[in-house]
């Protein structure tokens, strides 16, 4: 798969305590204030693989929708693995923490990275760093339904429907890694795929409109991130970024759309 860094992002504010405690807290009644949610157990992790003797009250100050498919969760624990390591003084490696970010999620790893592209590899975790030659930042438009896409249920369903892969001769990383390698972004449109939308689109049928309706309005391309609820469109620049996002808004007002560029 391909990660990109993108302008969206929440913020996590670190305090150190000087017992062995780790509480969370955070400003989403959907957000979980306990042992399941990823920040804690990054923090968890950390702290126990290290044996440290001291703790942390982490506060999330969420901006990313959850269950977008936007990585929210991951880049929340990343961002907890790096702030604690210095923060507690650890002084662990990046390669240290990206096996740790390994553990903990898919994701993870990759905002570790700290990188603007990556491919990623195995469930994601293996990430190499990409060097995309684009002067001008890729700016996107982000449509997210109030919609409870559990992507447990979309990886299941798309299994039981014998599919080859998340890959195929037609749809491969290879040939969107060379769009993205050419000048402008026109040939973005052949090389951007999602093996889930099907199986999302199959129970979320509004998903499916939005994609169509980003094409409509003149979006260079149009994707499902990860496997729902968001549906991305990239624009020619800002200005066409923000025009498109305000038909968005008009034609599903029960949606929260964001204009947000390559960081």
């Not at 062995?20 to 968890?44: D, M, Q, V, Y």
């Not at 044996?51 to 506060?59: L, S, Y």
């Not at 037609?170 to 060379?178: D, E, S």
């Not at 402008?184 to 099907?198: C, H, K, P, R, W």
Request: contains cysteine; glycine residues 8%; proline residues 2%.
């Amino acid at each position: 798969t391909i990660f990109e860094r993108i302008s969206l992002k929440d913020t996590v504010i670190l305090r150190l305590r000087n017992d062995n405690r780790i509480t969370i807290s955070s400003c989403g009644e959907k957000i979980p204030n306990n042992r399941t949610n990823l920040a804690f157990k990054a923090a968890k992790l950390l702290q126990e693989t290290y044996k440290v003797n001291k703790g942390a009250d982490i506060r999330i100050i969420k901006n990313i929708p959850v269950g977008s498919g936007l990585g929210g969760g991951s880049s929340n624990a990343a961002v907890v693995l790096t702030g604690l390591n210095k923060m507690w003084k650890l002084k662990a490696s990046k390669k240290a923490l990206l096996r740790l970010a390994a553990r903990i999620g898919s994701d993870c790893a990759f905002f570790i990275a700290d990188r603007q592209f990556a491919l990623g590899k195995g469930r994601g975790e293996k990430i190499t760093g990409l060097k995309i030659p684009h002067k001008n930042k890729i700016w996107h438009v982000l449509c997210v339904l109030p919609l409870n896409v559990s992507t447990a249920l979309i990886y299941n369903r798309f299994d039981a429907c014998s599919k080859p892969g998340l890959t195929s001769s037609n749809h491969n990383v290879k040939i969107l890694l060379q769009a993205l390698k050419k000048p402008g972004l026109q040939a973005l449109g052949a090389g951007m795929f999602n093996s889930l939308e099907e199986t999302t689109f199959g129970l979320h049928l509004r998903l499916s409109r939005i994609k169509d309706h980003f094409t409509r309005l003149g979006a260079i391309a149009a994707l499902m991130s990860g496997s729902g609820s968001c549906i991305f469109g990239i624009a020619s620049s800002a200005g066409m970024a923000k025009i498109i996002a305000r038909q968005i808004k008009k034609k599903f007002s029960s949606s929260k759309v964001f204009v947000c560029r390559t960081v």
